[in-house]
């Protein structure tokens, strides 16, 4: 079995892992950690987007190596995938569909407030488009 996990920046992120872990230690499965650093390249008239997608993408890159180290901790030696895109969820899909993974752990959590109404739940993009089975943590 091949899980992947996907993890934003947010406290709950170790908890979504937490669980992916045990997870993947209960049913012998390999686990993939994706965190996906979003880009703003749209808003390039008004502000420089290189350096603030650089930053946004070399923490994210630093999260996700923490997220690594977490798994490895564990007993998990997962591979770390950093992307970088405008739709996290599609970015989501689109691997688990490349790596013919078997299942998405992710968390419910995210975007806060008029954000996650004006963009969209990024799970809840995932669990209608998603070639297998998505576990959402709450």
């Known amino acids: 079995m091949r899980i992947l996990v996907a993890l934003d920046q947010s406290p709950f992120a170790v908890t979504v892992l937490e669980k992916a872990i045990a997870l993947a230690k209960t049913q ?3 686990l993939s950690i994706m965190t996906v650093a979003e880009d703003f390249f749209d ?3 008004y502000l420089d987007v290189v ?3 650089d ?16 798994a490895k901790a564990s007993g998990i030696d997962a591979e770390v995938v950093v992307e970088q895109g405008v739709s ?3 970015l989501i899909i689109a691997h ?4 013919a993974i078997d299942m998405i752990v992710m968390g419910h959590q995210g975007k806060k407030g008029l954000s996650k109404y004006l ?3 990024v799970a809840a993009r995932v669990v209608s ?6 576990l959402v943590i709450r």
Not at 59 to 68: C, E, F, H, L, R
Not at 96 to 99: F, G, H, L, R, S
């Open 28 to 30: 012998g499965a390999t």
């Open 43 to 45: 808003l390039g008239d």
């Open 129 to 134: 488009h998603a070639p297998c089975s998505v």
């Open 51 to 53: 350096s603030v997608t």
């Open 55 to 70: 930053k946004i993408f070399a923490a994210t890159k630093a999260d996700a190596q923490k997220y690594g180290d977490l």
């Open 96 to 99: 688990a569909e490349n790596k």
């Open 88 to 90: 996290p969820a599609d």
């Open 119 to 121: 963009i969209g739940s």
